[in-house]
């Protein structure tokens, strides 16, 4: 049921906040795969190179980026057959009640919010990995 | 303004409940998860339902409820009478209030088409119903840890 590697694609145009996950992740997962890229074009260019091989276990998504908002690229995502079924989690600095329940509406997996230090990482990143590698199961096995 | 903010204090500390809700219609495996709610999940309200359409009575009450109550969570069977838990889901997931409450399947099949279809069908997750207790324990806390302690869920109203 388990594959590996367990790719995981991060949209997120800020250096230091993708650059502090994939550290983090690293550590606490180091067979998790992090493919970082930083707005909507980069992301669905890369989902689209996927597509006919494998695409990612997962995706985490920043709300505020460059080219598009997050609700737009989410709500994109889970509208195109190819991709509806790959969980969203939103990984957001806001804590705003507005973009928490639109997230929801959009059909975000689940919110997070950024956490402010490393402990708050790495406690996130041990949650989230656990859930999703080890406890649940994901629609993975038409690619083994 | 000191009055205001002891009020708040007061409405946050009168209300740490996490309501989770258990769409299940064997006895027994919903016995199993009280039990392993009670150990390992203090604090967590579990209400139950015995299928799809049992589920969805309960959350329209809720809905017009003064004030609204509805589950922060749900984990929904997938085969049950009446209502299955794919009818289920899809029903949900097309309300315009009820859509934003996650819903993870526990369910005992393993099939790739069953697992498809729920995340199609925008799961928040998919479990298989572990066969022993220590399993089932680690399953509800990684569960709790996940959507309670950790995940930013939508406020209810």
Same mark, same amino acid.
């Given at each position: 049921?388990?594959? /590996?590697?367990?790719?995981?694609?991060?949209? $997120?145009?800020?250096?230091?906040?993708? $650059?502090?996950? !994939?550290?983090?992740?690293? $550590?606490?997962?180091?067979?998790?795969?992090?493919?970082?890229? &930083?707005?909507?074009? &980069?992301?669905?260019?890369?989902?689209? @190179?996927?597509?006919?091989?494998?695409?990612?276990? %997962?995706?985490?998504?920043?709300?505020? %980026?460059?080219? &598009?908002?997050? *609700?737009?690229?989410? $709500?994109?995502?889970? !509208? &195109?057959?190819?991709?509806?079924?790959?969980?969203?989690?939103?990984?957001? @600095? /806001?804590?705003?009640?507005?973009?928490?329940?639109?997230?929801?509406? %959009?059909?975000?997996?689940?919110? %997070? !919010?950024?956490?402010?230090?490393?402990?708050?990482?790495?406690?996130?990143?041990?949650?989230?990995?656990?859930?999703?590698?080890?406890?649940? *199961?994901?629609?993975?096995? *038409?690619?083994? | 303004?000191?009055?205001?903010?002891?009020?708040?204090?007061?409405?946050?500390?009168? =209300?740490?409940?996490?309501?989770?809700?258990?769409? =299940?219609?064997?006895?027994?495996? #919903?016995?199993?998860?009280?039990?392993?709610?009670?150990?390992?999940?203090? +604090?967590?309200?579990?209400?139950?339902?015995?299928? +799809?359409?049992?589920?969805? =009575?309960?959350?329209?009450?809720?809905?017009?409820?003064?004030? #609204?109550?509805?589950?922060?969570?749900?984990?929904? =069977?997938?085969?049950?009478?009446?209502?299955?838990?794919?009818?289920?889901?899809?029903?949900?997931?097309?309300?315009?209030?009820?859509?934003?409450?996650?819903?993870?399947?526990?369910?005992?099949?393993?099939?790739?088409?069953?697992?498809?279809?729920?995340?199609?069908?925008?799961?928040? +997750?998919?479990?298989?119903?572990?066969?022993?207790?220590?399993?089932?324990?680690?399953?509800?806390?990684?569960?709790?840890?996940?959507?309670?302690?950790?995940?930013?869920?939508?406020?209810?109203?």
């Amino acid at each position: 049921m388990r594959v /590996s590697p367990f790719t995981l694609l991060l949209i $997120e145009d800020n250096d230091q906040d993708a $650059e502090l996950l !994939t550290a983090v992740m690293q $550590e606490v997962a180091p067979e998790v795969q992090v493919v970082r890229v &930083q707005g909507a074009t &980069q992301a669905f260019e890369q989902l689209d @190179s996927w597509k006919a091989s494998l695409p990612p276990l %997962l995706i985490l998504l920043d709300l505020h %980026l460059p080219d &598009q908002h997050g *609700h737009q690229v989410l $709500e994109r995502l889970k !509208t &195109q057959a190819d991709f509806r079924h790959v969980p969203v989690v939103v990984l957001s @600095s /806001s804590d705003e009640q507005v973009d928490i329940t639109r997230s929801y509406h %959009l059909y975000a997996n689940a919110y %997070l !919010t950024k956490p402010y230090d490393l402990g708050g990482y790495h406690d996130m990143v041990q949650t989230v990995v656990k859930y999703w590698q080890k406890v649940a *199961h994901l629609p993975v096995l *038409h690619r083994v | 303004m000191n009055e205001e903010g002891s009020l708040c204090y007061v409405i946050y500390m009168k =209300d740490p409940v996490f309501t989770l809700m258990l769409i =299940d219609d064997e006895p027994a495996d #919903v016995e199993l998860f009280r039990d392993a709610c009670q150990e390992h999940a203090p +604090g967590v309200q579990v209400e139950y339902a015995a299928h +799809g359409q049992d589920a969805l =009575d309960l959350l329209e009450e809720g809905k017009r409820a003064t004030p #609204v109550r509805l589950p922060a969570l749900i984990l929904l =069977d997938l085969n049950m009478p009446v209502m299955t838990g794919h009818q289920f889901l899809e029903r949900i997931k097309h309300d315009p209030v009820l859509r934003t409450i996650p819903v993870v399947i526990l369910s005992t099949s393993e099939a790739m088409d069953d697992i498809r279809q729920a995340y199609r069908n925008y799961a928040g +997750g998919y479990l298989v119903k572990p066969s022993t207790i220590p399993e089932l324990y680690q399953l509800v806390e990684a569960v709790i840890d996940y959507w309670r302690e950790t995940v930013a869920l939508p406020p209810l109203k």
